[in-house]
């Protein structure tokens, strides 16, 4: 019978490693079971999923993933932990351990994996979210859903809609990939240590990506767009397409308001700025 970790099962696992979560790798241990089961019922995890688990840490995400009979694989960056969890598996669930595999890498680094994912479920370190949230999901077509806890400010921006002030760059890539959506408050007391702010759940359901764009030469427009996200489209977007009146032929032919500021489009505005300035010759990528 498996059983999932509690507090005093981290803080014993940590001392027997020397480990102390380190700023260095945003490291905070979820210490509540019921977050982390909760967190695996809003995925929807199944067994016949292939979860990828970045940042397993001590393995309280871990266990409860491994219940619902699920293949997990775990990507951890701290050596120590990674050669640990085999171990603590087989501690705490050893009916699951055959259906765990820990690679020891950085997420931002990994290319390919011993099987190919359907899902990531993910505790994921504020100061790396959204790269490593944009990374898998280009990286892995095969992940069909996500499922990540992050700092609240990181799931605001991943979630906001245009023309609000937590819309940005991150907002309208994250689209790209698919349907995103707030799924979920994270109080502070369920890690240890305990952070200074609250987190969330971001939900991504992956989409077909938009016909007859490129991603990048999409997020080439979006990252000068929101690089001045003050100034409208006709001077943000100037040293991408050499000046304000090549700006404004692109911006035409798309159908977009040169007066406009970045941070008032969708993606699909984007899509149509990046399609017009491949018609108008531009090279944006």
């Not at 999932?4 to 696992?13: E, H, M, N």
């Not at 775990?74 to 595999?101: C, H, K, M, N, Y």
């Not at 003050?230 to 050499?242: S, Y």
Request: aromatic fraction near 6%; charged fraction near 20%.
């Amino acid at each position: 019978m498996s059983r999932l970790l509690g507090a005093a099962d981290v803080r014993r696992i940590a001392d027997e490693l020397g480990v102390h979560p380190t700023k260095k790798w945003g490291q905070n241990f979820v210490i509540d079971p019921n977050t982390v089961q909760r967190i695996v019922r809003t995925a929807g995890v199944q067994p016949n999923d292939v979860v990828l688990e970045v940042g397993p840490g001590l393995g309280s995400l871990t266990l409860a993933l491994l219940e619902t009979g699920t293949h997990v694989v775990a990507v951890e960056i701290d050596p120590a932990l990674a050669g640990r969890l085999p171990q603590t598996v087989s501690e705490f669930a050893e009916q699951s351990a055959e259906r765990l595999q820990v690679v020891c890498a950085d997420a931002m680094d990994v290319g390919s994996l011993p099987v190919e994912p359907t899902a990531v479920v993910a505790n994921l370190p504020y100061n790396v979210a959204v790269p490593v949230v944009l990374h898998l999901l280009a990286t892995f077509p095969s992940i069909e859903r996500m499922l990540v806890m992050v700092q609240r400010e990181v799931a605001d921006r991943l979630c906001a809609a245009p023309g609000s002030r937590t819309y940005g760059a991150p907002s309208v890539k994250a689209r790209w990939f698919g349907d995103v959506h707030y799924a979920g408050d994270v109080g502070r007391s369920v890690f240890w240590p305990a952070p200074n702010v609250d987190s969330g759940l971001v939900a991504i359901t992956r989409t077909p990506p938009p016909p007859d764009a490129e991603r990048a030469e999409v997020f080439a427009i979006v990252d000068a767009a929101f690089a001045q996200r003050r100034k409208q489209l006709r001077t943000a977007l100037a040293d991408k397409f050499g000046s304000p009146a090549q700006v404004e032929q692109v911006l035409q032919l798309a159908g977009i308001d040169p007066t406009v500021r970045g941070e008032r489009l969708d993606l699909d505005a984007y899509c149509a700025i990046a399609r017009a300035a491949r018609l108008h010759g531009e090279d944006i990528a």
